[in-house]
């Protein structure tokens, strides 16, 4: 039973989802169940005592919780769960509606109304809940002391009436600020937990991706020409004679560098191409759907580029130059042989005097 219950629960739940389009599932999942007992249970008394009016509506509402939660799991869609959330909305309101309109079983109808702020508020979320629950509020008014005369088919009391609307914009109130405090630290949690991966993901020095972020966009990368059967290229550039540079001005200049060099590189770079700290002075290059002779190109450009800049270091300006190690990725070659490669050729660049781009 309770197995059945959790599937029913969860139907419709998926990990491709954000959390909060999960929860709405599972609360109109939920909703719609306990609606549809209910209603369905108070609609066969009512049948049973031969009050066919509010059998009619009990019943309507009990098809339509159903139906507004089979429409939901059926389509699978964002406009199916907007549709499905606003007839369940709906619905709860016309029902409680026309229970203030009938009285219920022996003028019990209107408690029903308490159930209205929560429910829409759940499904809704904070702003189009408030507008729901406005033009509800406003309904319900107009029909206790304007139209009571004409439209209500039970009598209720002034004070009953009143205290009714207050009871009820007191739970809207409640339900509103807990909604508006849930939206809120939901947010929040979102915030961080972006800023965590952010982190996770980037270096501080630089702000480019660092070494475990590469990572994740060479395999992404790569998942990708397995489908394509395209080919990209990855390059690892190596700052030369890097190490000087610390000795000779210090290792918070050298950090300034490693900043500087980042921008002349990604400034020159193509709008689809990724750069990444590779670990200390290295950079990876990914050239996505590029030829190894394509990158080459590129780097060429990059490399006279950097060694053509000044860079100043104080009251010094220093020319720096850096060598590049390149291959190309074919769904053929395994990822790890393919940055082994690059390594090498970068390893060549040096062998070979440095300042070079060198392709295997
Ligand atoms: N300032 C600074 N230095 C770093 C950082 N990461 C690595 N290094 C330094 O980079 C230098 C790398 O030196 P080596 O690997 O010996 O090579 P190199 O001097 O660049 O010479 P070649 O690579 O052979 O041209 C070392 O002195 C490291 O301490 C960093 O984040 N900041």
Known sequence: MMSFLKQYVMSGVSRHYKDETNRRIMVVNLFSAVGVSITFFLGIRALIGQEFPLAIILLTASITFALSQRIQIHFGTPRSRTVSMTLLITCLMVLVFLLLITGGKDNTGPLWIYLVPPVTMFFAGFVRGLLALLVFTIA???????????????????????????????????????????????????????????????????????????????????????????????????????????????????????????????????????????????????????????????LEELREALSYSAVAIGDSDIHITSSFGVCEVSCALPLADAIRHADMELYRAKESGRNKVCIG
């Open 140 to 298: 319900c008014t107009l029909l206790f002391f304007v139209f009571d005369e004409s439209l209500l088919l039970t009598s209720y009391t002034y004070a009953f009436k009143s205290r009714l609307l207050y009871s009820f914009l007191t739970v809207t109130f409640l339900s509103a600020f807990y909604e508006y405090s849930r939206q809120k630290s939901y947010e929040t949690a979102l915030d961080l937990s972006e800023q965590f991966e952010q982190q996770a993901n980037h270096d501080h020095l630089t702000k480019l991706m660092n070494r475990r972020g590469c990572q994740v966009t060479l395999e992404r990368e790569y998942a990708r020409i397995q489908r394509s059967k395209k080919v990209f290229s990855i390059a690892i550039a190596d700052i030369d004679r890097f190490k000087s540079i610390n000795d000779t001005y210090g290792h918070e200049a050298g950090d300034d560098v490693l900043v500087k060099i980042s921008e002349i590189f990604s400034s020159r770079l193509r709008k689809q191409d990724i750069l990444a700290r590779w670990g200390g002075e290295e950079f990876m290059f990914i050239f996505p759907e590029t030829t190894s002779s394509e990158a080459v190109n590129v």
